[in-house]
């Protein structure tokens, strides 16, 4: 039987990453993964060896045509959209409509990352509130599927919907062989390393001209620490330079886009990996491989109607991160950096295990992040104490259902 999974967003990388991991456990349960995808996504299609059709950009008549030939030809069991919420409004990009599903004889079902039950109504975007989010209903999208993380695997039982683990991906982490890996990458081994990346649609926000000085702001910050670690440890950022320089002087490594199995070498290699980004699959699977992990966040918000108020900071900001703030207009909070999302994934957050199995900093706070950062790299129980939070949260992920058994009720259900 084939099971068809639908990906319309052609620019982020996480939600198509998520459907081919449920999809290669799909291939292993002995059913057929089929994609329909942009064809930004040829690449990892290829890399994990799945059949594809390629949408059309802007011509809803040949893709409605072709949701047609794949439905004559395949009779798919199952239809499953990476993301229900890029397809509600992919009409502009690819002329579909959520009646267009209406084509398949097949369960519909999509992938809800955020468990969209409990945080769909309070979309923060860039500071503000998204408009529209709020009115839209996934239960007409059928089945859900939750993957854990960043979903919370005990928030509780909700009908047709499925909570399972990510990824079982992971990598054959030994904190005490990084040396290895180290020199088979040429990197120093008598240094300890620490690895970040930095992706395209993260520099998305220059089309929003008010959040620029924003983001500039927090970009100085981060930039600022990651030079201050270059005196102790090396420092490496795998992806888009963005509005990072590439002085040699300043002392960070700066690599384009690795292949998977090059990044993975690193990721064996690091002493710690950072993220701006809470729901990220790449921290996702770094926790999971047992690395010390981080992720920087901001809880400070202020506007021209609500200005600063230095009493609700629960830190003191050193002397060029007071300035920046001062000469803000205004500030937001974020978990995913530079988007927000902080009262959206604020119902994720609270009571996940997940958030155990790493350290979270405050991106504003420079001296308690570098406090933490150091800490973690230095202290052998900080690590532990990381690592014994991740064993608890993966123990709790294997007694999810697996991918076999979900799809299997899934059709048995359909059957009945």
């Not at 888009?240 to 490594?253: H, I, M, Q, R, T």
């Not at 950072?274 to 992990?293: E, F, K, Q």
Request: aromatic share 14%; charged share 25%.
């Amino acid at each position: 039987m084939y099971i068809l999974f639908i990906v319309t967003s052609f620019w982020a990388y996480g939600e198509v990453t998520i459907a081919c991991e449920f999809a290669a456990r799909v291939r292993e349960s002995g059913y057929i993964p089929y994609f329909l995808i942009p064809p930004s996504h040829e690449k990892i299609m290829n890399k994990y060896k799945f059949t594809y059709t390629t949408l059309i950009p802007r011509n809803g008549k040949v893709n409605r045509l072709l949701m047609r030939d794949l439905e004559h030809m395949y009779h798919p069991g199952l239809v499953i959209l990476a993301d229900f919420l890029n397809y509600n409004f992919c009409e502009a990009h690819y002329g579909l409509t959520p009646g267009d599903l209406e084509v398949f004889s097949g369960r519909i079902g999509t992938f809800d990352d955020f468990d969209w039950v409990i945080t769909g109504k309070q979309m923060d975007t860039y500071g503000f509130k998204a408009a529209k989010f709020g009115d839209i209903d996934i239960r007409k999208y059928g089945f859900r599927l939750c993957p854990c993380p960043i979903v919370n695997p005990n928030s509780g039982y909700r009908e047709e919907t499925y909570h399972y683990q990510l990824t079982t991906d992971t990598l054959p982490y030994d904190i005490y062989s990084t040396d290895k890996w180290k020199a088979k990458l040429g990197l120093p081994v008598s240094k300890k390393m620490i690895l970040f990346t930095s992706a395209a649609w993260q520099e998305s926000y220059r089309q929003y001209t008010d959040v620029i000085a924003f983001v500039n702001a927090n970009n100085q910050v981060f930039y600022h620490i990651m030079q201050e670690l270059t005196k102790t440890y090396t420092v490496i950022c795998v992806g888009a330079k963005g509005g990072f320089s590439n002085n040699p002087e300043d002392g960070l490594v700066f690599l384009n886009q690795l292949p998977p199995e090059v990044f993975d070498e690193y990721l064996l290699a690091t002493d710690l990996f950072i993220s701006r980004n809470i729901t990220a699959t790449s921290l996702a699977r770094a926790v999971l491989s047992g690395i010390p992990s981080a992720n920087f966040e901001n809880s400070i918000f202020f506007s021209a109607e609500k200005p600063l108020d230095k009493e609700k900071i629960t830190f003191e900001p050193v002397p060029f991160v007071d300035e920046l703030l001062k000469n803000l207009e205004r500030c937001y909070p974020y978990r995913m950096f530079p988007v927000g999302w902080y009262k959206f994934l604020a119902p994720l957050v609270k009571g996940n295990s997940y958030m155990k199995t790493f350290i979270r900093l405050e991106q504003f706070n420079v001296i308690d992040s570098m406090r933490q950062i150091h800490e973690v790299l230095e202290c052998e129980e900080k690590r532990e104490e990381l690592l014994q939070s991740a064993d608890r949260y993966k123990k709790t992920l294997e007694s999810l259902p697996d991918v076999r058994s979900i799809i299997d009720s899934l059709i048995n259900e359909r059957r009945e």
